[in-house]
């Protein structure tokens, strides 16, 4: 006999009015294209729509699944500033231009 597995909860995001306008203002306003992305994904999760649904269409390109609920966790957890790309992420550079030795003469 196969025991049913239970889904899990509806993703769900409540905001209050001034969560609400911070969110829209950053998506409307930001310099940050990722910024702009991730609060247009958590209006649209506010506004009762799926994370899976959002992750497959309702950004300008799709994303994971677990990137949105990712990001919805963040915000939980700590407001606009969960948003932000953490430092050390990205490709560190192979050259430094801030070292520099002096040049030898021959």
């Known amino acids: 006999m196969l025991e049913e597995?239970?889904?899990p909860p509806a993703l769900?995001?409540?905001l209050t009015a001034k969560q609400r306008q911070e969110l829209e203002t950053l998506r409307d306003q930001s310099p940050k294209p990722y910024l702009r992305e991730r609060a247009a994904?958590?209006?649209k999760i506010a506004?009762?729509?799926?994370?899976?649904a959002t992750a497959r269409s309702g950004l300008l390109k799709p994303r994971?699944?677990?990137?949105?609920?990712?990001?919805v966790k963040r915000y939980q957890a700590q407001g606009v500033a969960g948003l932000q790309q953490t430092a050390g992420r990205g490709r560190k550079p192979a050259f430094s231009p801030s070292v520099?030795?002096?040049r030898q003469r021959a």
């Open 64 to 71: 994971l699944p677990d990137t949105i609920y990712a990001w």
């Open 12 to 14: 769900k995001l409540e």
């Open 47 to 52: 506004a009762g729509q799926s994370g899976l």
């Open 5 to 7: 597995q239970a889904m």
């Open 100 to 102: 520099r030795r002096p």
């Open 41 to 43: 994904a958590l209006l």
